[in-house]
């Protein structure tokens, strides 16, 4: 069936520094792939996503890398901060969202 | 615009009843989706409702069920509650039910224990 791996699991970087986090899916026919972040309490929110016909898009510090032919994609947040900290989802839909398990980042003052 | 809205945020039931819980979308939206979130299974699709038709539904027993009204407004509902039934349980929404072109906007969840 329908599959994402997500990783790492979890990821610990200091202030300022960069984080990556890695998908893959297994679906070739997924064509759309949100990254939500979920903080304490709270639901999944939408900080971007992207498209099968688009190889990168980026908001402000945060950037998705996409390579439909590896079937990976990725979320680049540069210049990290406290407020960055939460768990992040990556997801692919194809006639429905499929998530991955989650990374924990915490950004270290 | 008010986003999608939970209710209730906290319940505690005991195994063997039956629990409902309520999602309003965002106005205008006509797709409910519910996820189920676990810290060991992540977060698993339950259904899917567009138009008051479930349209979608994922490897759930049939315990599990739901409907949307005509306002588009959703209900789940858990029948003979199991103590692995403890978890979060998202209502999302979007403008249509394909999620490729209509990204889904979570709700705070419903946190249930069952005891």
């Known amino acids: 069936g329908e599959n994402v791996e997500q990783h790492p699991s979890t990821l610990s970087v200091q202030e300022g520094d960069s984080a990556v986090i890695k998908c893959t899916y297994s679906d070739s026919a997924s064509n759309y792939f949100p990254w939500y972040k979920q903080e304490l309490g709270k639901g999944p929110q939408l900080i971007i996503d992207?498209?099968?016909?688009?190889g990168e898009k980026k908001d402000q510090r945060i950037a998705v890398t996409l390579n439909k032919t590896a079937k990976h994609f990725s979320l680049h947040i540069t210049e990290t901060q406290p407020e960055d900290s939460a768990v992040y989802f990556c997801?692919?839909?194809?006639?429905?969202?499929?998530f991955g398990s989650g990374t924990r980042l915490l950004v270290r003052p | 615009k008010a986003g999608v809205t939970q209710t209730p945020r906290y319940l505690i039931k005991t195994r063997g009843q039956q629990v409902t819980l309520s999602c309003s979308p965002i106005?205008?939206?006509?797709?409910v989706s519910w996820y189920q979130q676990t810290p060991g299974q992540g977060l698993q699709f339950l259904f899917e409702?567009?138009?008051?038709?479930?349209?979608n539904k994922g490897n759930f027993p049939g315990r599990f069920s739901g409907r949307q009204f005509s306002n588009s407004r959703s209900e789940m509902n858990v029948s003979t509650l199991e103590l692995g039934d403890s978890a979060l349980y998202l209502c999302?929404?979007?403008?249509?039910?394909?999620?490729?072109?209509?990204?889904?906007?979570f709700g705070n969840g419903t946190r249930l224990t069952v005891t």
């Open positions: 992207i498209r099968s016909n688009v």
């Open positions: 997801a692919a839909a194809s006639y429905k969202l499929i």
């Open positions: 106005s205008g939206h006509r797709s």
């Open positions: 409702y567009f138009s008051e038709t479930q349209r």
């Open positions: 999302a929404s979007s403008l249509h039910h394909d999620n490729r072109n209509s990204p889904l906007h």
